[in-house]
């Protein structure tokens, strides 16, 4: 997952775990953890890509656009994490291998 993905991600999340009103409190209350999750530039993009409604009146701030893209983001990550456990179970069995056959005595 590239950064941007991963600012996304972690954006979108935050949204996703939160109602609108603890979001609003939170920002008000706790600006650095807000800015932290929610950078202004990330926000606007959001906003803009209709993946968050700022202005309404639903419980959530994230829509279903933005809740099918955090469903996307969420399988890149767990594709690269299986990617990484793949590659080491490989090298694991290429080392029991070579150590089977005597090459590592």
């Known amino acids: 997952m590239n950064e941007s993905d991963k600012n ?3 954006a979108l999340k935050y949204f996703a775990d939160y109602s609108r009103a603890k979001v609003k409190s939170r920002k008000e209350e706790q ?3 807000y800015t932290d999750n929610v950078p202004a530039d990330v926000e606007i ?3 803009k890509f209709e993946y968050i409604a700022l ?3 639903t419980k959530y701030i994230i829509t279903q656009k933005g809740l099918q893209q955090l469903r996307d983001l969420e399988q890149i990550k767990y594709r690269d ?3 990484w456990i793949s590659v080491l ?3 694991i ?3 029991s291998f070579a150590y089977a056959k005597g090459w590592l005595n």
Do not use: A, R
């Open 8 to 10: 996304l991600y972690k």
């Open 93 to 95: 069995s290429i080392l």
């Open 81 to 83: 994490t299986i990617i």
């Open 89 to 91: 179970s490989l090298g």
């Open 31 to 33: 600006p650095t953890e």
């Open 55 to 57: 202005s309404s009146d």
């Open 45 to 47: 993009t959001l906003s």
